[in-house]
């Protein structure tokens, strides 16, 4: 089989499709819960805490002199990722906790009968045929 009707094959699997779908709906989904955090959630925490802009948040190293930007520790931008990450993480086990509500799950099989059971049932079969 030549190297391209193997690519094929692997990218036409249905395994590599839905990952290709769910990372694009992830990267689209990851950019509404960013603006949800930043716009929406941090601005209000930020206000009860005293008007502070996480953003803003940060531990100056080094300041800024004639031709270098200055070399600063951005903790509040960290804090943001942080409640960011809480909240598409607490998305997705939503999600998942919904999906698997709805999975048909397979009735467990039924243990296997032991030796005895079973050579009882041949003996019983055999009596009944008699």
Do not use: H, W
Request: with cysteine; charged share 20%.
């Amino acid at each position: 089989m030549s190297l391209f009707k193997e690519f094929k094959a692997f990218a036409m699997k249905g395994n590599v499709i839905d990952m290709a779908v769910g990372i694009i709906i992830g990267v689209a989904f990851g950019k509404i819960v960013s603006s949800l955090v930043n716009d929406v959630i941090m601005p209000p925490i930020g206000l009860l805490m005293g008007g502070v802009d996480f953003s803003d948040l940060a531990i100056t190293l080094k300041s800024a002199s004639e031709g270098s930007p200055a070399v600063m520790i951005k903790y509040g931008v960290f804090i943001n990722t942080v409640v960011d990450f809480l909240i598409v993480a607490f998305c997705i086990f939503l999600i998942i906790k919904v999906i698997n509500k709805f999975k048909k799950t397979e009735p467990p099989e039924p243990p296997k009968p032991s030796k005895e059971v079973e050579l009882l049932t041949e003996i019983r079969d055999a009596l009944k045929q008699k």
